[in-house]
């Protein structure tokens, strides 16, 4: 095999070439997860997921803070 100005072409080259031409024709393809796009559900699931995950630990930090117990007196 030989390029455009007639040297030969190493095999090698010839299928990372081939990896990054398959990956240019995969970008042009909507990947779709539910009806909507990854990131769209990544967004819809993530922001919440990450929500619950920093009000529990700000719970379990906060959790003997001396300030936040109740006096019996009261």
Do not use: H
Request: glycine share 8%; no cysteine; hydrophobic share 45%.
């Amino acid at each position: 095999m030989t390029s455009d100005n007639s040297r030969p072409i190493s095999k090698g080259w010839l299928f990372a070439g081939s990896i990054v031409s398959n990956f240019q024709k995969n970008l042009k393809k909507e990947i779709v997860m539910f009806g909507l796009p990854v990131s769209t559900t990544l967004l819809v699931v993530g922001v919440p997921a990450i929500w619950v995950l920093y009000t529990l630990g700000f719970l379990w930090v906060t959790k003997n803070w001396p300030g936040l117990k109740r006096n019996a007196e009261r």
